[in-house]
């Protein structure tokens, strides 16, 4: 026999398999808190509009706090029959204060209730990733103020190319937490409208006031379409884009982590904190934890595109195809958070090792181009004259085995007869970093204006 909600023009119950591919229940209930929330909100403004009785209203209320209080405390049986999160608490309302249950669901559908859950959960979800974002951009910070003139080699193409400030390069990865945290809270001022009251997706015939829950929602405004409040998850898809950017911006500073850590390198240590061993070769540390979040975008990037497919085509307005949306957007953003929360903690507990990264910054001609400036700034050579110097001397150098700074005066004056020992003077690692000091550039006063002024702008 049938039963449940829309038991009335059916004469049976669902199939084992239609239940199993139909109930999100196991997914969704993780939107219980929202659910009841927004349950409350339209509960209260049903009653101040005249719909239901303040009696009834009361009994609902009562309810649903009490049922909140239950599930919170892990005493709420979920029933994959009852299909989800909201007709499962739907159900338990009705066994606790009978028929009044009934009235909760007036000039409402799942439909505008679910889109409603979904945009609050991921507002939340979006102000802890940009939280996190700041933890970790504070960690970078205070870091890269402490190694503002320790020097390591840049690379291109992962060839030692020009010294650089440890502090400098540090730096370059809160700038672009800066902009990930843009592009989240961006996502959040767009998604922040109340779908609730456009009910099914035609709005209602019952006198509701859209605003009044709106604002007990923290929303904006409600959604002034009532067809586009039940059907657009592009706001779920954009969270979803920036949370893959910032997934891939990790990523990279995590693949440095890795390439950092690594014998061959040799530029920094994670503690054992951070550091996983092998269960045969006993010597082995390894950063297990950089390599997950190296791996992260993979999943992330994977529910984005998961999610776009299952959108792509859809008609209006409602179709269950949509149910898919939440598995992706949770894992997505639990994996996101997770991401940034294990950077700030490899961030903070990696040991730089100074001799190392100096002697780094030094190897393979890194300072060919402070050779070629000081040609132009000296002898007022054009810079690609320069620059086909400053080659021959590297290539004379290579020959003999030998840094620039040690190749002899007179070996220099061969290839440019005005060369002079002053030229000595720009041969160091050291030397080249303090001598970019254009805005922007890696010159430890430059580093350290800019890790003052983020600084003050991460204390706000
Ligand atoms: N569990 C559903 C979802 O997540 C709720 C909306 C169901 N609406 C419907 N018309 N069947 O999408």
Redesign the pocket.
């Known amino acids: 026999a049938a039963s449940g909600i829309w038991g009335g023009r059916f004469d049976a119950g669902p199939s084992a398999v239609m239940q199993a591919i139909n109930a999100?229940v196991d997914v969704?209930r993780r939107l219980f808190e929202q659910d009841i929330a927004g349950s409350l909100a339209h509960c209260a403004m049903l009653t101040a509009c005249g719909v239901i009785s303040r009696a009834d209203g009361e009994a609902i209320e009562r309810g649903l706090t009490e049922i909140r209080q239950d599930i919170r405390a892990g005493r709420f049986e979920w029933k994959a029959a009852l299909?989800?999160v909201?007709m499962n608490i739907e159900a338990v309302l009705r066994e606790r204060i009978g028929a009044p249950a009934g009235r909760l669901h007036t000039a409402r559908s799942?439909?505008d209730q679910?889109a409603t859950d979904f945009r609050l959960w991921l507002r939340e979800a979006l102000d802890s990733a940009a939280e996190a974002l700041r933890a970790y951009q504070r960690v970078l910070v205070a870091r890269a103020e402490a190694h503002a003139d320790w020097v390591m080699p840049g690379f291109t193409h992962l060839q030692t190319a020009q010294p650089v400030s440890l502090g400098h390069h540090l730096l370059c990865w809160v700038e672009a937490a800066e902009r990930d945290r843009g592009r989240l809270m961006d996502a959040r001022a767009r998604l922040n409208e109340s779908p609730l009251g456009a009910a099914a997706l035609a709005g209602t015939a019952f006198p509701i006031d859209r605003e009044m829950t709106a604002r007990a929602l923290g929303f904006d405004r409600p959604m002034a379409n009532s067809l586009d409040a039940v059907s657009s998850r592009d706001f779920a898809l954009e969270a979803l884009s920036a949370a893959a950017i910032t997934a891939v911006n990790l990523s990279r500073f995590a693949e440095e982590i890795v390439l950092w850590t690594s014998r061959r390198f040799g530029f920094a240590s994670l503690s054992d904190a951070y550091s996983t061993g092998s269960s045969i070769m006993p010597q082995k540390r390894n950063p297990d934890a950089a390599e997950l979040v190296r791996a992260k975008p993979g999943r992330i990037a994977g529910a984005l595109q998961g999610l776009i497919i299952v959108m792509k085509g859809l008609p209006l307005a409602?179709s269950?195809d949509?149910?898919e949306d939440?598995a992706l957007v949770f894992t997505a953003f639990d994996d996101l958070i997770l991401a940034i929360t294990a950077m700030t903690g490899m961030a903070g507990d990696l040991t730089f090792h100074r001799e190392a990264l100096e002697a780094a910054a030094g190897e393979a001609y890194s300072d060919a181009t402070d050779l070629a400036d000081w040609l132009v700034r000296e002898l007022g050579l054009p810079f690609r004259d320069a620059h086909h110097i400053a080659g021959a001397a590297v290539k004379a150098a290579e020959a003999e085995g030998r840094a620039l700074k040690d190749l002899a005066l007179s070996r220099y004056q061969e290839i440019e007869p005005r060369i002079d020992a002053r030229v000595f003077e720009v041969l160091s690692a050291r030397a080249s970093m303090e001598s970019r000091i254009s805005f922007g550039g890696t010159a430890p006063v430059r580093v350290r204006e800019q890790a003052g002024a983020w600084k003050q702008r991460l204390a706000q």
Do not use: I, L, T
Request: aromatic residues 8%; without cysteine; proline residues 0%.
């Open positions: 999100s969704d299909e989800d909201h799942r439909n679910v409602y269950k949509m149910q939440k």
